[in-house]
């Protein structure tokens, strides 16, 4: 036999991968099992309930077998949860010769680099963490599939894109666990300290994120909005904990039943997270790569081969304890007396472990006081800057790819968590913002506040609670919630009335209640609807309300009007919205405007012509009062709680008062310079409280011509009357005519 | 051929190799001596690639050991311990090693493995120490590689066993010039398998050369002297003898008879003592236990802590 020498180098990294496989055959076998029990048994359990769905069996047989199915459910359940958790496991056991001498020997002195060996190692354990959920996934999907064509199970294919979305949420934070307990690994001499360290920083990541939202909230509250730490991907994306919770999120609030109509956070939120979840992943597997290959061989046994670790882990979770115990103190001395020898038991416990012993002991206190002062330090410098300017910061609008704003009795908007991308909503939206923080940190420059700022006039100002969500371009969600007054929002009404996501919220919806008008079969998405080909009643009504035509519309004609009205919308000037005349109203209160030449078109076109008010659309017949009530001189006052007996709830609206009323009453309350109806409730104060704030019933041609030139819409200024028709209010604004008209209506032309 | 140049390895503050300069020729037959600590299963391991020298160079054939395929397709180091090879059998180790290296030979394998009669399918945990090692050391050589490493290679083996695994380290040797290099505490077996050797003490070598001329170069001598004109004896000390230029490394006298280690051919040494006309001087050679108990003594260890001596 000649010795004989290979004349290049082989890569091995193939062959490591076969041969790891192999070594952890067995751990292999249990994820499988696990995962054949997990989404297939839940999948069957799926088929059967959907099985005696359809038999619509309400004996004590469905009852029985309801519950005979329970057992399984946790059983499918508990399954995907163990198998979960065997990322931590299946790192371990890749790694595990770091913790051995002769393993080390071993493995390390194959003929391979630290990178393949590493590489091997990470992905052959990723494979058998994985490979089992994909054939568990392809099982279930075959038995679901196959069951659907004999059950067919109404929404079954609707629904896929999310179940795939939401999987995809699973499979990256498995990911991710797996690659935090590789990198947990990786600084760990031990397995006691590797079984320790894995668990601790998949939790400390979390927590120490967590705890400095805690202490900016707690320490500098104005605008911070405390639980949306749970749907921003710096906590939801850089954690296996955090993933879970944006798996719920995301399981809770997207539109199962219709991907087209998504709700902002699954439709942009979810690309988002999903970039910075991997991203975030690479940096961890990055960072436990380089530990890998700076570590020494000799490291072996050593508790904590990269020390800095161990100390970070105690410093985030000694921050983490003094964090909560300061948020929920009650005395700041005893708070800080008990987080102090809390964390220092629980120290001087770990260092005792890690160093095996009393080994050069002194530096430990040394340790618990450089990170105790460090903590106080962060917590002291928390408060001084008032939160590190967290408060005061507002985005550019510029850096906003879309925000949403959520106002109570938001009446205008079609949905409260609606999502603009309109570059106007977006620049008036953070002008709003900019200028509550300004008003509550400069509060002497402004004549009124924000409500957060003076306490003890709570009830004086007309407040709106405002809750902001800004996603940025650069992945972030940033969510602020604010007491403003209602006139502050005027901008904001403007902007998203004349923007691109109302004219298609408010079409939809207009199509949506006409579909549903008169059917017994309700329809929640229009999309559904129009797959479906349903038509609808397309109901015309005047300015007092009184239906003027229903159209009978095909799915097609539908969208046809909806094409049109949607481009209206889109059309509208903000000095048409704010000037132009109702030409009619359709469903759900929308309104048209006589600059709204598609819909006026579409409605010409079946027909439809709606003319100026009369005076005998005002007069019910057979009735002698008129349906018609005019508040002349209304001055907008907030006024204290329960003046008018009204219970807590109705605090915050605005209310109008006749001119008549009690001078000196007036002067107690706070005169507001402008408002916008979108959050005015006057028609149902109106008619719940007594009619003598109406101080005019006639009906006349006067009466009709003021009804004309009245509008729906007031934003950002005084009207000089409030006119009542039916359940509908109109404004008449301060303009020299509607003056002439006022008066000849009191006096007669 | 293996190169150490001016190596050193720390282990944190500890430095175990200082400055080592260390050539190990092809086809040679190593061995590495040394005390308790001195650094031998570090060169083996640095030398395996496990290893990362602080600074110095560690080459097989001109190229860097550490992270380096190439370099450690050649090598296969054997470690002082077999528990890492607990869960496999014999015939799931060898797969194992085989997938590594690609110059594995079966046929050689299987004519060792029956040579020694070890199972194929029993878990290696259940073999004993001896069996663990026969195990290693037939795969080690059926992987053909160019560089053996063995830490304690003959631990562990009876007698019989010591002869038979010798013996297939000769036999490669001779076959395929595999170059081996052997640390152990055994110096017997050292000087019976190995052509060349170093002594590490400290960290550092004492010396490296061939075992035959090392031992041509040391002797233990006895040696009388006559007595003075005063018919007093003779009385010489350790000076006396290192003045003539021989390096003493040891020196003791029982009565008359003076018993000297030293180093230098016998012609030297002969040329050294003649001025001095002793009535007798007998060399002895030195067996290489022998020359390492007394070349420690000069750095000042304890021969009597050396463990296998």
Same mark, same amino acid.
């Given at each position: ?73 946790? =059983? ?5 949860? !163990? +198998?979960?958790? #065997?990322? %931590? @496991? /299946? ?6 010769? &770091? ?28 494979? =058998? ?5 994909? !054939? +568990?996934?392809? #099982?279930? %999907? @075959? /038995? ?6 004999? &059950? ?598 | ?309």
């Amino acid at each position: 036999m000649t010795a004989t020498t290979s004349a290049a180098a082989k890569s091995f990294f193939g062959k490591r991968f076969v041969t790891d496989i192999l070594e952890n055959k067995k751990i292999l076998i249990i994820n499988f099992v696990l995962e054949t029990l997990g989404l297939p048994v839940i999948s069957v359990v799926v088929l059967i309930a959907a099985y005696l769905d359809k038999l619509n069996d309400t004996s004590d047989q469905y009852i029985d077998w309801t519950l005979f199915l329970l057992p399984f459910v946790f =059983i499918g359940a508990g399954a995907i949860i !163990i +198998s979960i958790l #065997l990322g %931590f @496991v /299946i790192a371990l056991f890749h790694y595990n010769y &770091l913790y051995r001498k002769p393993l080390v020997d071993m493995h390390y002195s194959l003929p391979l680099s630290n990178t393949q060996r590493f590489f091997a190692d990470y992905i052959s354990g990723l494979a =058998i963490y994985l490979v089992p959920v994909v !054939i +568990s996934v392809i #099982l279930s %999907f @075959v /038995i679901l599939t196959v069951g659907n064509v004999f &059950l067919d199970i109404e929404g079954f294919w609707d629904i896929f894109p999310h179940v795939i979305k939401s999987g995809m949420i699973v499979v990256v934070g498995m990911i991710m666990l797996y690659t935090i307990s590789v990198f947990a690994i990786t600084f760990c001499g031990s397995t006691f300290e590797a079984i320790f360290s894995i668990i601790a920083v998949n939790s400390i990541i979390p927590a120490t994120i967590g705890c400095v939202w805690l202490a900016i909230v707690t320490t500098a509250p104005y605008g911070m909005v405390g639980e949306s730490i749970f749907y921003s991907p710096v906590f939801t994306a850089t954690s296996p904990l955090g993933a879970t919770i944006y798996f719920f999120y995301y399981m809770f609030n997207a539109n199962w039943t219709d991907m087209y109509t998504l709700s902002s956070f699954d439709r942009s939120m979810y690309i988002r997270w999903m970039m910075i979840a991997c991203v975030v992943t690479v940096v961890y597997l990055i960072a436990a790569f380089l530990l890998y290959k700076l570590r020494k061989a000799e490291s072996v046994s050593k508790p904590y081969v990269y020390k800095s670790f161990f100390y970070a882990v105690g410093a985030m979770t000694v921050f983490c304890i003094m964090t909560v115990l300061l948020a929920i103190r009650i005395n700041l001395i005893s708070a800080v007396i008990s987080g102090v020898i809390i964390c220092g038991i629980g120290w001087f416990i770990m260092e005792v472990i890690a160093r095996r012993g009393f080994k050069r002991f002194w530096t430990a206190p040394l340790g618990f006081i450089a990170v105790m002062g460090s903590v106080f330090l962060i917590c002291g410098l928390c408060k001084v800057t008032d939160g590190f300017g967290a408060p005061r910061h507002v985005p550019a609008a510029i850096s906003v790819e879309s925000v949403s704003i959520d106002v109570n009795n938001a009446s205008l908007l079609p949905h409260k968590d609606s999502e603009f991308r309109d570059k106007n909503v977006i620049k008036a939206v953070t002008a709003l913002n900019k200028d509550a923080v300004d008003r509550h940190f400069h509060f002497d420059k402004y004549t009124y506040n924000t409500i957060d700022k003076i306490d003890s006039e709570n009830d004086k100002y007309d407040v709106q609670r405002v809750e902001i969500t800004y996603q940025t371009i650069y992945g972030s969600t940033v969510k602020r919630e604010y007491t403003v007054m209602s006139s502050m929002l005027s901008d904001v009404v403007e902007a998203i009335l004349c923007s691109d996501e109302y004219a298609e919220e408010a079409a939809t919806e207009v199509a949506l209640a006409s579909i549903n008008d008169g059917t017994s079969k309700y329809y929640g998405s229009y999309t559904t609807a129009q797959k479906e080909g349903k038509g609808g009643r397309l109901a015309v009504a005047n300015k007092v309300n009184k239906n003027v035509s229903t159209i009978a519309l095909s799915s097609k004609g539908l969208e046809e009007f909806r094409k049109a009205y949607m481009q209206d919308l889109r059309d509208m000037t903000p000095e048409e919205l704010r000037e132009g005349s109702v030409y009619c109203y359709l469903p759900n209160n929308y309104w048209v405007l006589d600059s709204f030449a598609n819909t006026k078109a579409f409605l010409a076109d079946h027909d439809v012509e709606v003319s100026a008010i009369r005076e005998s659309d005002i007069s019910t017949p057979g009735y002698n009062n008129a349906n018609l009530s005019v508040i002349n001189k209304p001055g907008f006052y907030s006024r204290p709680k329960n003046f008018f007996g009204k219970d807590d709830s109705y605090s915050s609206y605005y209310y109008t008062y006749s001119y008549y009323y009690d001078g000196d009453d007036v002067n107690k309350y706070s005169e507001v310079d402008a408002i916008t109806n979108a959050f005015t409730d006057t028609s149902s104060y109106h008619y719940s409280s007594s009619s003598s704030v109406s101080d005019s019933q006639f009906v006349s041609e006067e009466a009709a011509a003021l009804i004309n030139a009245a509008t729906p819409i007031i934003i950002g200024e005084m009207p000089i009357a409030i006119l009542h028709i039916e359940s509908n209010t109109l404004y008449l604004r301060d303009t020299t005519e509607n003056r002439a008209l006022l008066k000849a209506y009191y006096y007669g032309a | 051929m293996i190169e150490l140049k001016n190596t050193v390895k720390k282990f944190d503050s500890y430095t175990a190799l200082n400055g080592v300069d260390l050539k190990i020729e092809k086809g040679t037959a190593f061995g590495l001596l040394g005390s308790n600590g001195a650094g031998k299963s570090t060169i083996l391991r640095l030398l395996s690639g496990i290893y990362q020298q602080e600074s110095g160079e560690v080459l097989i054939d001109g190229e860097r050991v550490y992270d380096n395929v190439a370099a450690k397709q050649k090598v296969f180091f054997i470690n002082d311990e077999t528990v890492q090879f607990g869960g496999y059998t014999l015939k799931g180790l060898k797969n194992y090693y085989k997938a590594f290296y690609p110059n594995f030979s079966e046929e050689l394998f299987e004519s060792l493995r029956k040579r020694i009669n070890l199972p194929l399918n029993k878990k290696i945990n259940t073999f004993s120490k001896g069996m663990k090692r026969q195990a290693i050391v037939i795969i080690a050589l059926a992987c053909r590689t160019d560089y053996l490493l063995l830490d304690e290679a003959f631990d562990g083996l009876d007698p019989t066993m010591r002869i038979i695994v010798k013996k297939m380290l000769v036999d490669a040797m001779l076959d395929r010039q595999l170059t081996t290099v052997i640390s152990s505490h055994n110096l017997k077996e050292i000087n019976e398998v190995c052509d060349t050797a170093a002594l590490l003490h400290n960290g550092k070598i004492v010396f490296s050369r061939e075992i035959d001329s090392l031992k041509g170069e040391v002797h233990k001598i006895q040696a009388v002297f006559p007595k003075q004109p005063d018919g007093t004896p003779a009385e010489y000390t350790r000076e006396d003898f290192a003045a003539t230029g021989l390096e003493i490394l040891h020196f003791e006298k029982s009565q008359s008879i003076y018993y000297i280690i030293a180093k230098g051919d016998e012609d030297t040494v002969r040329a050294a003592f003649a001025p001095k006309e002793p009535l007798l001087l007998e060399m002895i050679p030195l067996t290489l236990e022998e020359i390492f108990i007394y070349e420690l003594e000069v750095l000042g260890y304890d021969s009597n802590d050396i463990s296998g001596s």
